[in-house]
Structures are given as structure tokens and as C-alpha cells.
């Protein structure tokens, strides 16, 4: 453990303070004591919570999860963590700033880790789907007989909401099929998207906002899961507010700088079939979202999947069904478009 309590200015301050003030008659530990005995102490005790947690790995399997990011000071970091019946536990972080990030590099760090933990002891790695890991997790399979690749499962449910809700500008015939379905729903996400920052990032809107509503408007980032279908509950929620707000007083008599803006503004939050469309949207990914958050969890939950996965595809029909007032055993093209995306 590399942690050094003299330097860390939380711990001095922290001890002075104890050291100046009469805690009750408490007489806190000496500085020495806490920074070499004590220290001790703490690091044999986790250590020993952690052995708990790896005696089971053997008779339960490990999952080893691996993944990328980028902390405050722009290092790409690639964390792994070992996932069983108990608890997830972090195994380590690697900074790897000035490194290619192939799947050979990553395949050598994932099979280090599978080392330390008991290739045995290993039943799956989990990892995105991006081309380097899945690559890196094909290597560490051909390597370990008893070790299975496994794609995040809401990484996978949270690529699908994208191709749904941000379709790309075509390059191929099938990607065209896929734009001209869902394009309308793009439309209503950037519409969604300019309404919410036009409000935000404008210094009278906002507090007249404010004023109608209790909740915020989400500013999700992009990265995150769901990040549309998140946005567009969260306007379901304040749809009251902002048309109180936009047929107030105040939104009237004040001049804004871009009358133009201001004037679509409010014809989106009166259109009704504007509304109706974000409805829409949310009831027919409502089950793919729901999916989603059940997913994202430390327990384990591979072995409910499928069943999830045709229960979730059965729910969108329904909802799609009823909206075009098809039967079941009627052709719609939008459905088989979102069933492709589902079922790929």
C-alpha cells in the first residue's frame, strides 16, 4: 500500500485539530503511531476482509470485467475488477498514457490479471464491444480453455437505443434503411436537445423555468447509458412547466436578443403531435431501458438474459403494434427495423 499519511494534508490537519481539541477526554493517537502502527493495522484488516471475499472464488467462479476511461487529467486508464457471488472487488488500474491501446497490448494485460486471480478460478471476461477488447478477449479464450468472452450486456442495449435514437447519415444500403425508419426520431432528439439549452444556457429563461418547475432539466452527457431516452422522460416529466412557462407573462413581455429562437421554442412545447412523438419514443424503448437498468448490477444475471431479451422484444411489438393499430400477424416495417437492431 503506497499511501504515505505525512503527506496527505487531510490526516495532518485532521490530526492537529483532534490534538488541539478535548474530544470528550478521547486522547487521540500519537502522529508516529498513526502513520506506521495503525496503518499497519487497517491494511491487515482489508487484507483480510479480502481474503473472505477470494475464498469463495474457487467453489463460485470469477468474473474478470475490464474497461477504459479517461480521469481528470486525460490518462487512459484501463481498470479490471474481479466480479463473483460476493462482492466485486478492484483488482487494479493501468495507466496507459503513450500506449497503443491494440487488442495484443490489452489480450497481455487482461491474461496478467487471469494469472493472479487462478486461470481456474476464471469462468468469463467481460468487456465493450469495441473491436480492440472483443479482439483481446477472443486471445485470452484461444489461450484458457475454461475462459469465455462475454460482451457488457448493457453496453450492447445501450449501442442498440443509439442506432435507434441517433441514426447515422447512410453509407450502405442497410444503414439507409435504418436512417429513413428513425430519422424522425433523430429530429425530435435534437429538437429536445436545442430546447433544453436554450433554456439552460440563457440567463432570463432559466429563472423564469424555475419558477414553473421543481425539477431540472437533465443535461445528460452523451457517453452515458440511454442518454436520449433519459432526456426525453425527464421533458415528459416537466411537459406541464414549460407550457406554463411559454404562454406566461414574462415569457411574452420579455424581448429576447433571437426573437427567432425563442418563437420555435414555444411552437414545439405547444405542438401536440411534437409531444405526442416523445411519447411515443419513450413507451416503445421504455423496455430496452428497463432492460438496461436490470443489467447494470453486481449480481449476477447472465442466466436470465435470454429470457429478459425476448421479453423485452415482445413488449416493443406491443407497444409499436398498438401505436400503427396492426395485428400481430400484419407486416410493420418500423418493428422489423428496431427487432433487426435488437436481434444483431
Known amino acids: 500500500m503506497s499511501f504515505n499519511?505525512?503527506?496527505?494534508?487531510?490526516?495532518?490537519?485532521?490530526?492537529k485539530f483532534a490534538a488541539n481539541h478535548n474530544l470528550g477526554g478521547y486522547v487521540p493517537p500519537s502522529y508516529n503511531k498513526l502513520r506506521t502502527t495503525l496503518l499497519k493495522q487497517e491494511r491487515v484488516h482489508v487484507e483480510s476482509l479480502l481474503d473472505r471475499m477470494k475464498s469463495v472464488w474457487a467453489a463460485k467462479g470469477v468474473t474478470i470485467c475490464s474497461d477504459g476511461w479517461t480521469d481528470a487529467q486525460r490518462r487512459p486508464l484501463i481498470n479490471f475488477i474481479a466480479v463473483?457471488?460476493?462482492?466485486?472487488?478492484?483488482?487494479?488500474?493501468?495507466?496507459?498514457?503513450?500506449?497503443?491501446?491494440?487488442?495484443?497490448?490489452?489480450?497481455?494485460?487482461l491474461m496478467a490479471v487471469v494469472e493472479e486471480v487462478g486461470p481456474k478460478n476464471v469462468v468469463q471476461i467481460i468487456t465493450d464491444n469495441a473491436a480492440n477488447y472483443k479482439g483481446a478477449g477472443l486471445i485470452v479464450q484461444q489461450k484458457y480453455d475454461n475462459i469465455f468472452w462475454t460482451h457488457c450486456i448493457v453496453h450492447t442495449l445501450n449501442l442498440a437505443l443509439k442506432n435507434i435514437c441517433a441514426a447515422?447519415?447512410?453509407?450502405?444500403?442497410?444503414?439507409?434503411?435504418?436512417?429513413?425508419?428513425?430519422?424522425?426520431?433523430?429530429?425530435?432528439?435534437?429538437?429536445?436537445?436545442m430546447i433544453k439549452?436554450?433554456?439552460?444556457?440563457?440567463?432570463?429563461?432559466?429563472?423564469m423555468f424555475n419558477e414553473f418547475s421543481k425539477l431540472k432539466l437533465l443535461a445528460v452527457a452523451e457517453t452515458r447509458f440511454a442518454s436520449v431516452v433519459v432526456m426525453l422522460k425527464r421533458f415528459l416529466m416537466v411537459?406541464?412547466?414549460?407550457?406554463?412557462?411559454?404562454?406566461?407573462?414574462?415569457?411574452?413581455?420579455?424581448?429576447?436578443?433571437?426573437?427567432?429562437?425563442?418563437?420555435?421554442?414555444?411552437?414545439?412545447?405547444?405542438?401536440?403531435?411534437?409531444?405526442?412523438?416523445?411519447?411515443?419514443?419513450?413507451?416503445?424503448?421504455?423496455?430496452?431501458?428497463?432492460?438496461?437498468?436490470?443489467?447494470?448490477?453486481?449480481?449476477?444475471?447472465?442466466?436470465?438474459?435470454?429470457?429478459?431479451?425476448?421479453?423485452?422484444?415482445?413488449?416493443?411489438?406491443?407497444?409499436?403494434?398498438?401505436?400503427?393499430?396492426?395485428?400481430?400477424?400484419?407486416?410493420?416495417?418500423?418493428?422489423?427495423?428496431?427487432?433487426?437492431?435488437?436481434?444483431?
Not at 5 to 12: L, Q, S
Not at 168 to 185: A, C, G, N, S
Not at 324 to 339: G, L, R
Request: charged share 30%.
Open 84 to 109: 463473483s457471488e460476493t462482492s466485486p472487488m478492484f483488482l487494479r488500474a493501468i495507466d496507459a498514457s503513450g500506449e497503443e491501446k491494440t487488442k495484443e497490448y490489452i489480450a497481455e494485460k
Open 197 to 207: 439549452n436554450y433554456i439552460m444556457n440563457h440567463v432570463m429563461r432559466l429563472p
Open 5 to 15: 499519511i505525512a503527506r496527505n494534508p487531510y490526516y495532518r490537519e485532521s490530526y
Open 239 to 344: 411537459k406541464r412547466a414549460l407550457q406554463s412557462m411559454v404562454i406566461s407573462d414574462a415569457w411574452e413581455t420579455y424581448r429576447d436578443d433571437n426573437a427567432g429562437t425563442a418563437r420555435h421554442v414555444r411552437d414545439k412545447i405547444l405542438c401536440r403531435q411534437w409531444w405526442e412523438n416523445v411519447e411515443y419514443i419513450v413507451d416503445f424503448t421504455d423496455p430496452i431501458y428497463e432492460m438496461l437498468r436490470m443489467a447494470d448490477t453486481d449480481r449476477p444475471c447472465l442466466h436470465l438474459i435470454y429470457e429478459m431479451w425476448d421479453t423485452m422484444i415482445a413488449k416493443v411489438k406491443k407497444v409499436i403494434y398498438t401505436k400503427e393499430k396492426k395485428n400481430y400477424d400484419e407486416q410493420s416495417t418500423f418493428f422489423s427495423t428496431v427487432q433487426d437492431i435488437l436481434i444483431d
Open 168 to 193: 447515422k447519415l447512410p453509407r450502405t444500403e442497410e444503414q439507409e434503411m435504418v436512417y429513413d425508419e428513425f430519422h424522425w426520431i433523430t429530429l425530435i432528439a435534437g429538437d429536445a436537445n
